[in-house]
Nanobody, 130 residues
Framework: QVQLVESGGGSVQAGGSLTLSCAAS????????VGWFRQAPGKEREGVAA????????YYADSVKGRFTISQDNAKNTVYLQMNSLAPEDTAMYYC???????????????????????WGQGTQVTVSS
C-alpha cells in the first residue's frame, strides 16, 4: 500500500523559510516523478515543483522559481521542498504526489510537473503572515 506523508509545515513571517518533507512507503522514489502542489482556500490546486528522481532534473512554477528548491534523499526515501523568502501568497495546503510507474532518467522534469499522479499525501499547512 502506497502512503505519502508530508511534514514540516507551519506558520512563519514573510521572508522566513520552511522545509517540507514527503516520506514514502510502499514505493521507492528511485526513477520516479515526484511533485509538490498547493491549494489555497477558494483557489484551484496548482503545481509548485517537480523532480525526476532518476535524472535529478527539476522544474518550478514561475511563482516560486529562485525561492523554492525540490530535492531528494534516496537513502531516506524522502523528497523535500525547501522554501525561502516566503510571502503571504505562499499560504496554502501543500501536497506531495508520486506514482509507481518508473520513468526514464532522461525524461524532463516538466513532464513530471504535468504528470497525472495517482498517489497523494494528506497535506501540510503553510501559513505566511505579513
Amino acid at each position: 500500500q502506497v502512503q505519502l506523508v508530508e511534514s514540516g509545515g507551519g506558520s512563519v513571517q514573510a521572508g522566513g523559510s520552511l522545509t517540507l518533507s514527503c516520506a514514502a512507503s510502499g514505493l521507492t522514489y528511485s526513477r520516479k516523478c515526484v511533485g509538490w502542489f498547493r491549494q489555497a482556500p477558494g483557489k484551484e490546486r496548482e503545481g509548485v515543483a517537480a523532480i525526476n528522481t532518476g535524472g535529478r532534473s527539476t522544474y518550478y512554477a514561475d511563482s516560486v522559481k529562485g525561492r523554492f528548491t525540490i530535492s531528494q534523499d534516496n537513502a531516506k526515501n524522502t523528497v523535500y521542498l525547501q522554501m525561502n523568502s516566503l510571502a503571504p501568497e505562499d499560504t496554502a495546503m501543500y501536497y506531495c504526489a508520486a506514482d509507481l510507474k518508473p520513468i526514464s532518467p532522461w525524461s524532463s522534469a516538466g513532464y513530471c510537473y504535468r504528470y497525472e499522479y495517482n498517489y497523494w499525501g494528506q497535506g501540510t499547512q503553510v501559513t505566511v503572515s505579513s
